[in-house]
């Protein structure tokens, strides 16, 4: 008897569905797509209706003739690829492929044995308008990469790339830096009154100063200051005025890619690409032991909907109500943002009964972080809004008027379990005097009552400059992206990594143009300015939507796209100049002609020349001390970049007389059994110690330690943890 097939992309995802299916079921995998466009060529055929030319994936060989041996041997075939755009390419893909008759298209939101078994009765034909909105994507992408990079390469340098979203990305980043550059900072005052009242002495709170005689005040000057301080010696202050308001906060929705990508960012400082590999991991399913087995312990990752099914609702109340009380339930719906894919639920747990307490000692430290802030934010979605008494004092002194605000926590609501962190605030730094636009300082405030008088403690006038916008952060540029509509969360984290290459840098989280990032995006400025538009790139993404919902056909939205970009192209390949990129100086001599060295950037990033080149071509690659002794001849063991491929390794930088390397980073530990070195690398993610003598040997000690060391409290940026850490991710 011909047993069903069922085929993912994932091997670990094959693994958790074969667990918990019936027997009967086979479960294959086909490790992601299983054709693409040629890497060499266009492979549009723009003049037949962008007709494209998909190749079997090289390497791919061998999964292709399982997979077709399966499929000989099975019963009923169904694709169980990604609940999204990419995840039906791959299935139509696998379709053609496998030359299925009639495939059937199973989504899996979930991968828990009941959302398997639902799934599996309610099976579909291959959605092809997402098939079409996945190809035009691709397409599209193609012809700006393929058609505008020559262009940079000739023009600029070698191993550049333009990208249809990538490029926007990176003016975001050159425009915000022209801010900074062109911002004037101002000076202003403010004098701050330290004040207590007769009652409760003990309670001393802060006042602005904020109007003289009834208008607001700007105070420019130390001068002026000081003229208000001594206006106001000897002065009566009183209480003019109570307001008293109930404030309600309601929770946040539960998490889209977006804003998981965002809260991750900024609460764990884990980087986005970071970030979708460990929610890739708890969506595909880990093994909890017992009668659970192996489950997906979160839905699908990539999503824009803030929507949850009633079942998840059921169950977040019977667990609000169980562990807080009726009063902290709400169950209230979040509106779905406007033009967001609809198509399957939030991010949220698959049970709110696995809490993150009894994860614990199942999860690894960040992939419980990671759960633990999708779990807080699903429960708290579910939960009352928090209810805060918050009060406005303004407190009169002859002409002048101060004001402290101070809230009180009435009923904790939502905040019981969870509170969102925040971007650095513009508010607080767009040039406003004053402050006039950041939000009232919260204060402890004893109880007053009007025309009551106060005891003036102190009297404090203080210096403060205007500040310029903030650089972005990856959370910051995400969230940019997202509200300019520019391409897909589920693309973000390749984003922010391919504009790294080349074109931004980060320092300290914050991103900062390149010279070349800003030449280039001067260049697509000038004479692509439909590429880098942001309301043209959102409106792509308005008419992928269409095709996607079957009002826009896919061949059209090419067409109009193609033709102005292909007449615009033969003028700018008659027209670009030759950008010459200036070299940075350096305080080396080269050791072969005694020519000063320079620093160039080359098809993997920087490196060292000979200012000499061509006639001199002595290069040598820009290396990081790592702080780490060499174990042969105790030199120091450097970064390095590899000159064919661009891979990171180390070495001693006593090389060629010590030609001590290693592709895994050494640790300043040795190991505790043999005392050989140890060495340290990312599998999945996850920092794995060995020792380099034998592998068997137990540096778990080693691996505590820097565990501990990089406790959940630690703000990464801090000590040597950090830099292990950071030197992981890259």
Known sequence: ?????????????????????????????????????????????VDNSFAPKYLTIKGK????????????????????????????????????????????????????????????????????????????????DRLVGYKISPLL?????????????????????????REIAAFEKEEYWTVTAQLASERSPEVVFPADLIERRGEKLQIRSGDEAAAI???????????????????????????????????????????????????????????????EGTVGLITYMRTDSTRISEQARDHAREFVVQTYGEAFHSGRAHTVPAGAQDAHEAIRPTSVFHTPEKMAGILKRDDLRLYTLIWQRFVASQMAPAVLDQTTVNVAARDFTFRATGSIVKFAGFTRVYDEAKDESK????????????????????????????????????????????RYTEASLVKALEENGIGRPSTYASIVENIQRHYVEQTQQKFAPTEIGTAVNDLLVEHFPKIVNLKFTAGMEGDLDKVEHGSEDWVEVLQEFYGPFAAVLIEAEQKLPKLEIRDEPTDEICPNCARPMVIKTGRFGKFISCSGYPECKTTKAIVK????????????????????????????????????????????????????????????????????ADKEHDVSAIARARAAAESPGDEPGDGAAAQERTALEV
């Open 625 to 692: 001390d790592t702080g780490v002794k060499c174990p042969e001849d105790g030199g120091s063991i450097i970064e390095r970049k590899s000159k064919k491929t661009g891979k990171i390794f180390f070495g001693c930088d006593k090389y060629p007389e010590c030609k001590f390397v290693s592709w895994d980073r050494p640790v300043p530990e040795p190991c505790p059994v043999c005392g050989s070195y140890v060495t340290v690398k990312a599998r999945k993610g996850e920092p794995v110690f060995a020792c380099h």
């Open 427 to 470: 508010d607080e730094t767009d040039g406003s005097p004053a402050g006039k636009n950041a939000a009232p300082k919260k204060v402890r405030l004893p109880e007053l009552e009007d025309g009551q008088r106060l005891d003036r403690r102190g009297l404090e006038p203080k210096q403060h400059f205007t500040e310029p916008p903030p």
């Open 153 to 177: 390469w000739a023009k600029v340098g070698g191993g550049l790339s333009a990208g249809r979203v990538q490029s926007v990305a990176v003016k975001l980043i050159v425009d915000r830096e």
């Open 1 to 45: 008897m011909k047993k069903p097939l069922i085929i993912v992309e994932s091997p670990k995802k094959a693994q958790t569905i074969k667990k918990f299916l019936p027997p009967r079921f086979v479960v294959k995998a086909s490790v992601g797509h299983v054709r693409d466009l040629p890497k060499s060529t266009l492979g549009v055929d």
């Open 61 to 140: 060989g061998d999964i292709i003739k399982e997979l077709k041996s399966a499929v000989k041997s099975a019963g009923e075939v169904y694709l169980a690829t990604d609940p999204d755009r990419e995840g039906e390419a791959i299935a139509w893909h696998l379709a053609q492929l496998l030359k299925l008759d009639q495939p059937q298209r199973i989504k899996l939101n979930e991968i828990t044995k009941e959302a398997a078994l639902a799934a599996l009765k309610d099976a579909q034909p291959i959605d092809m308008d997402l098939v079409n909105a996945q190809q035009a994507r691709r397409i599209l």
């Open 229 to 291: 301080v001594k206006d106001l010696d000897g002065a009566e202050f009183r209480i003019a005025s109570i307001k008293k308001r109930e404030v309600r906060r309601n929770a946040p929705a539960p998490f889209t890619t977006s804003t998981l990508q965002q809260e991750a960012s900024r609460k764990l400082r884990l980087r986005v690409r970071r970030t979708m590999q460990i929610a890739q991991g708890l969506y595909e399913g880990v093994d909890l032991g017992g009668s």
